[in-house]
């Protein structure tokens, strides 16, 4: 089953027909995607893709961030890196399709997203990050720290065992929920964190993570929490203003949509998530697959730069492994022609 949102304004640009003659059209798009799931045919291959920053460019601007949060006068305790990577394939890939089959996958516990405005690239993800979700006048967030899983197979005990004497862990997971944790008490009572800490499992990687839920003062207050908790220092740092003007200066490309709120608001019920473990994919640009990390002291540069490549293997997996469903691809010359 597959549900729907709708939104329309009938004294602005949509109106209700507008809005279902919309939805029709895509679900017509997506369904033959289904069909094609069950059937993995290899297709495809990397031709070429390039890094940006490029790992030399990485560890020089991993160094700088540490020098500055070990610095005296400095505020700075975290900042999130980004790194945007540039995957050309010989074959064109259909955005919606790629999504369908990164679901089936991947899809564990997780958020899917599509966003395509007319005639551009279509922003899509697998990202396992609420930011907030609202039912009536209950909040819940989520505080998530990635834990690299460089053994796929190894047990939940062992992870226990490397958390419990990881610092670097620690310290990055606990300032991330507490800062949530602040910033809900201002338009939020009763703020609870359970679990405190958790192990959260998915398919490739492993998470710390805090359940966190309080219960809106005002209801009005909703979009109060949406300014509030993003950007949080999962995807910015802490403090926000110090942690931003870094990224300004010396990350080399523009983020565009990339670690955004993704989301509705409803009158009963809204959901946002944070749209990392993601890629803009389209015609002429190929595909962007988009992942960051957080650098607080006792950040190991090489050790960062393989987290970015385990986050961005939900996509290249796809292509490495030749497992992209046979519905995914269009032959370059037809391009995105629908």
């Not at 809005?19 to 798009?29: E, K, L, S």
């Not at 160094?63 to 505020?75: D, F, T, V």
Request: proline share 5%; aromatic share 8%.
């Amino acid at each position: 089953m597959l549900a729907l949102n709708i939104a329309w304004d009938n004294t602005l640009l949509w109106t209700w027909k507008k809005a279902i003659n919309g939805v029709q059209a895509t679900m017509h798009q997506i369904t033959p995607c289904f069909g094609g799931l069950r059937k993995l045919v290899p297709r495809t291959a990397i031709i070429g893709f390039n890094h940006v920053p490029t790992r030399t460019s990485w560890d020089i601007s991993v160094k700088k961030a540490l020098q500055i949060i070990k610095g005296r006068n400095s505020e700075l305790v975290k900042v999130v890196l980004a790194r945007c990577s540039r995957y050309v394939t010989d074959t064109s890939i259909d955005p919606v399709s790629l999504l369908a089959c990164l679901q089936q996958v991947e899809g564990q516990n997780a958020y899917q997203f599509f966003i395509q405005p007319p005639d551009a690239p279509a922003f899509i993800g697998n990202t396992p990050e609420k930011l907030f979700h609202r039912k009536y006048s209950n909040i819940t967030s989520t505080s998530p720290e990635l834990i690299a899983d460089s053994k796929p197979g190894s047990s939940l005990k062992t992870f226990h065992k490397k958390i419990k004497h990881s610092t670097k862990d620690n310290n990055e997971f606990t300032i991330v929920r507490e800062s949530i944790r602040r910033k809900m008490e201002i338009t939020c009572s009763e703020v609870l964190v359970e679990p405190s800490k958790a192990l959260r499992k998915l398919p490739r990687v492993q998470h710390l993570s805090a359940e966190l839920s309080g219960k809106l003062r005002n209801e009005d207050d909703e979009f109060d929490i949406l300014t509030s908790l993003h950007p949080s220092p999962a995807v910015c740092g802490l403090p926000t203003e110090e942690a931003r003007r870094f990224i300004e200066e010396i990350e080399m490309f523009d983020r565009g949509m990339y670690a955004g709120p993704v989301g509705w608001f409803g009158g009963r019920e809204s959901e946002f998530a944070v749209g990392i473990r993601s890629a803009l994919v389209g015609k002429g640009v190929g595909t962007l697959v988009y992942a960051g990390a957080g650098i607080v002291e006792g950040t190991n540069s090489s050790l960062e730069w393989d987290e970015l490549d385990l986050k961005a293997s939900q996509f290249t997996k796809l292509f490495e492994r030749k497992e992209v469903p046979d519905a995914c691809y269009q032959e370059m010359n037809m391009g995105s022609a629908n």
